[in-house]
């Protein structure tokens, strides 16, 4: 799997590198496969890791700002994708005042999303946009590793990736 970003914003082009990384890294299936299971997911981490590790999958990360329609439906997300673009997230540029950690643990976790709509075979989303309930899915548990091995530290906060906005 393979992340791209063709803009000028630094802060993205770092959070993309980092997320290349974090699928370079053998550390980063190891634990994948360690796990038992995953929620609302019909593949096995093993499984799930090996998709991911042996994905051709390229992933290109485009910015957006929240305006019209989407100021409606994703002024309270960090990034979506969008079937009729498939293989391309969509970050929200209200949304990168964070960690570059942070953003490219976003980017891996929407990248799991890719990948589950690419597999014919197996599923492994977390349903609905709400983030209670939804740690053990595999796009927040991967999500969520990538962020702990960006910051070496494995006890590291969890992060929310549908976060809502306080006001």
């Known amino acids: ?3 791209t970003f063709n803009d000028e914003n630094e802060t993205v082009k770092k959070a993309v590198q980092m997320a290349n990384e974090v699928f370079k890294n053998k550390d980063f299936y190891s634990r994948i496969r360690q796990e038992l ?4 997911s019909t593949a096995t981490p093993k499984i799930i890791a090996d998709l991911i590790e042996s994905s051709n999958l390229e992933f290109k990360v485009e910015l957006f700002y929240p305006t019209g ?3 409606i439906k994703y002024r309270k997300t ?7 673009y ?5 970050l929200n540029l209200k949304k990168l005042d964070r960690e570059t950690e942070d953003i490219a643990a976003t980017i891996v976790h929407e990248s799991i999303h890719a990948l589950d709509d690419e597999c014919v075979e197996y599923t492994f989303g977390h ?3 709400s983030s209670i309930g939804k740690d053990n899915t595999a796009p ?3 999500g969520n590793l990538a962020y702990q091995i960006l910051k070496n530290d494995f006890k590291s906060k ?3 990736f549908d976060q809502e906005e306080n006001n």
């Open 37 to 40: 299971k995953f929620d609302l």
């Open 158 to 160: 969890k992060l929310i």
């Open 69 to 71: 329609w989407r100021a």
């Open 86 to 90: 498939p293989n391309t997230l969509f």
């Open 127 to 129: 349903g609905n946009n």
């Open 140 to 142: 927040y548990w991967i």
């Open 1 to 3: 799997m393979k992340v």
């Open 78 to 84: 960090f990034a979506y994708t969008d079937g009729n």
